[in-house]
């Protein structure tokens, strides 16, 4: 008994002086690493003098994010006192550039410090800036080549200098448009530089065409680390919660395994990320923010495959390798804008931040796997308006298409205009084809999403396939539904061309689900409408858009029709996003109704099939962002809005261009997709009141209820169907921000509110 005592004492001994010697241990490997990192990080403060760039140059903001990351996990007051010392000598203040991602970059610094200590001063000067350039945003087309786009996040450093402040200032004030504003800029600038095969960003939209030596895209190390970085800041800041939260988290993701896989065997990344052989030095700045992007990772549970540990570990070695004995850290590729040489001899700022940023992940790294971190499930979009939406649209064609797809159409749709069902009216002959083209117009965007498993998809999917049956029985000469193209009359082509434009908005769907007779009789039914002379107004977009349907679905055209429209309008253009109907000017809707949704639409075919013409599109683009921007404007505190000129019984057809800026996701940049999305519900609910239905859910006529005598002359029944217009934002996903974020105040609820509002400006 007294040998066995004796021989577990021992063995808990050496347990013990095991586990106080691995302690021991890892306690002196902390030491050495901090002793690295207040060397790098000592050498700085001491060298900082010599740095010629700005105080609050962008150089240096990366410094002070790694500067002030490393001062508040080591307590060293140093490194605290130096920040403070340039924030008073800066007095707080930014690059004199108002627009420029990088001159913001130093608010990064003044957020932390005011949520640390508070004082209103230390933000006062950036918030004023963000304010300004939220209210007054560029809306330059995102193309790095135009200086006046740079202003605007074309290049991949700018996620790194700006988004991390937007977040914070969120933060800070609780404010929805600073994340709306990044979230929109954000999202703008990947769709244009990141590649979603490989997974890494273009430094700007000039390198995509561009090479290596060996033949792969030239992705720049020190540009991907920027944006790997920059999103590890954010999703530590980011409210979780919120329903764009995974949009980056899954970017972080993809980036991740992305750059594990361009990591040398020694640790290192290099300046370009697919052609190391070009750039055989290692790069210290790219290096020292993966590290630190992975190690976060790590540390947070949401990389929690031990690869990322590894290769956060092993870059970490390779860092050290590069700080010479008195702390100058070396191999920090110079300034540019691509990969690049560097060597031994080679430092910058930010590579110091890089540096300061990995290491005090790597000193925060816990000992054993730290827990996964718990998924985050977003809330559900603002379901209640999208399904409101689709209710009321529904509700509208469901009588229109059930009848079409059985043949009853013309047997039991009403024919109502504003002297009473039937009584002497000449349009029973053409309401049936303005009722299917002028709701498939309208409903088209929906319909293009196509079919899927969620509720609503199942929804989408029963209108799908009544509206090819419905499609294929009303160009079928057998059918009582059979509606003719080319007369009686005039006013078929005006309804045509709706049904054109609702193919060419649904040809991802609708056009391959109808069969090949169905189509061939629809390609001749528009050829036999060119028989019918549009008139010197609108009208000549009408032959315009089924032109240009024609060349999308047959590769043919009438060039000269679109020629003679679009020459006619550019001549009618009279400014400030208006066009004249004809060479005159009318106070109505005709805008929204017709015009700038028929011009942007064909001109986009013609661009997109290199056709005379084309052009135009960009010409047009900016007249139609700004007529929508009139539009939302004009609806009032109280979801109202003012009753002009002709045509008034569309109803809510009326905003048929701000729904399809929506639907571009156009906006501009002040004006928050929620704000028109609730201010567009108000309409909606206001206007589609009982009786805008008769008994047998038809609709009446009327602007707000049933008002036949509101009905000019040419209105009937099937006209009242432009109302669907209004829908075109139901072809955006449920997930997108239009539907999925918050509800905001539109803009006169917000004035009507005395809350600030940007200032009106025309365009010229």
Not at 151 to 162: E, K
Not at 466 to 494: H, N
Not at 528 to 551: D, Q, V
Not at 569 to 580: C, F, P, R, V
Request: aromatic share 12%.
């Amino acid at each position: 008994m007294k040998n066995r005592l004796t021989f577990i004492l021992l063995t808990v001994a050496a347990a013990l002086s095991i586990c106080l010697s691995a302690s021991a241990a890892n306690d002196s490997k902390k030491k050495a690493e901090r002793e690295i990192i207040d060397r790098v990080a000592t050498w700085q403060v001491q060298h900082h003098a010599e740095s010629k760039h700005a105080l609050t140059d962008w150089t240096n903001g990366a410094l002070y994010r790694g500067m002030y990351e490393w001062a508040v996990y080591s307590g060293d007051k140093t490194y605290m006192d130096f920040l403070m010392d340039i924030c008073n000598r800066t007095s707080w203040g930014l690059g004199k550039r108002v627009y420029h991602a990088d001159d913001v970059c130093v608010g990064q610094l003044y957020t932390e410090l005011y949520k640390r200590f508070g004082d209103e001063k230390m933000i006062d000067r950036l918030k004023y800036r963000m304010e300004y350039v939220m209210n007054h945003p560029n809306t330059e087309i995102l193309q790095h080549t135009n200086p006046k786009a740079r202003d605007r996040w074309t290049w991949c450093d700018a996620l790194f200098m700006a988004p991390p402040v937007y977040v914070e200032m969120y933060n800070i004030t609780g404010d929805e448009k600073y994340l709306q504003f990044m979230d929109r800029e954000y999202k703008l600038c990947t769709d244009s530089l990141y590649n979603r095969t490989d997974h890494l960003y273009y430094r700007d939209n000039s390198y995509i065409p561009k090479r290596e030596k060996n033949g792969k895209n030239i992705y720049w190390g020190r540009g991907n680390g920027w944006v790997f970085a920059g999103l590890a800041i954010m999703l530590e800041r980011f409210p979780k919660q919120h329903y764009t939260y995974n949009y980056y988290l899954n970017i972080y993701k993809e980036l991740a395994a992305a750059i594990i896989r361009c990591q040398d065997a020694d640790g290192s990344w290099h300046a370009s990320m697919l052609d190391p052989d070009s750039y055989p030095l290692a790069e210290n700045s790219a290096s020292g923010f993966f590290t630190y992007g992975l190690a976060w990772g790590w540390n947070h549970g949401i990389l929690t495959d031990p690869a990322y540990k590894q290769a956060a570990l092993k870059g970490w070695e390779a860092l050290k390798k590069y700080v010479h004995d008195d702390g100058f850290l070396g191999n920090v590729q110079p300034i540019g804008a691509a990969p690049g040489a560097t060597g031994p001899d080679k430092t910058e700022v930010y590579g110091v931040g890089a540096f300061l940023l990995a290491g005090t992940q790597i000193m925060a790294m816990p000992k054993g796997t730290p827990k996964a971190a718990p998924a985050v499930a977003t809330p559900a979009p603002e379901t209640a308006d999208r399904k409101f939406w689709v209710e009321s649209m529904t509700k509208i064609i469901d009588p229109l298409y059930e009848n079409l797809s059985r043949g009853t159409l013309r047997k039991n749709m009403p024919v109502e205009t504003n002297d009473g069902y039937n009584m002497g009216n000449s349009r029973k002959d053409v309401t049936h084809l303005e009722a299917l083209g002028r709701s498939f117009d309208g409903i088209a965007p929906w319909l293009n999403l196509g079919k899927d498993d969620t509720e609503e998809g199942k929804i989408r999917a029963h209108y799908i396939d009544l509206v090819v049956k419905a499609i294929a029985t009303a160009v079928d000469p057998s059918s009582p539904d059979y509606l003719t193209f080319d007369g009686p009359g005039t006013q078929p082509l005006v309804d045509a061309a709706f049904f054109a434009q609702g193919l060419l908005r649904s040809k991802d769907v609708i056009w391959p689900a109808l069969d090949a007779t169905t189509k061939q009789r629809i390609i001749d039914q528009f050829k036999a409408s060119r028989k019918i002379k549009p008139w010197e107004n609108n009208w000549l977009l009408f032959s315009a858009t089924i032109e240009a349907a024609l060349l999308e679905f047959t590769g043919e055209y009438d060039e000269e029709k679109i020629d003679y429209a679009f020459s006619k309008h550019a001549e009618w253009y009279k400014g400030d996003g208006w066009y004249g109907d004809g060479p005159s000017f009318h106070l109505d809707y005709y805008n929204s109704y017709v015009i700038q949704p028929m011009i942007l639409d064909v001109s986009a075919v013609l661009k997109e099939h290199g056709k005379k013409w084309g052009d135009f599109y960009d010409v047009e683009l900016p007249r139609l962002v700004r007529y929508a921007e009139q539009q939302e404007r004009l609806i009032s505190p109280e979801g109202t809005y003012p009753v002009l000129g002709r045509s008034s019984g569309y109803r809510f057809g009326s905003f048929q261009v701000l729904s399809q800026v929506c639907l571009l996701e156009k906006l501009p940049l002040y004006i928050e997709p929620a704000q028109v999305r609730c201010a567009l519900t108000a309409v909606l609910r206001n206007q589609l009141v009982d009786e805008s239905f008769d008994k047998d859910g038809w609709l009446t006529l009327g602007f707000c209820g049933h008002q036949p005598g509101v009905a000019d002359n040419y209105v009937s029944t099937g006209s009242a169907y432009l109302c669907t217009f209004m829908f075109l934002p139901l072809g955006l996903p449920a997930d997108n921000q239009f539907w999925a974020a918050p509800a905001a105040d539109w803009s006169s609820k917000r004035t009507w509110k005395g809350l600030p509002i940007r200032d009106d400006h025309a365009i010229r």
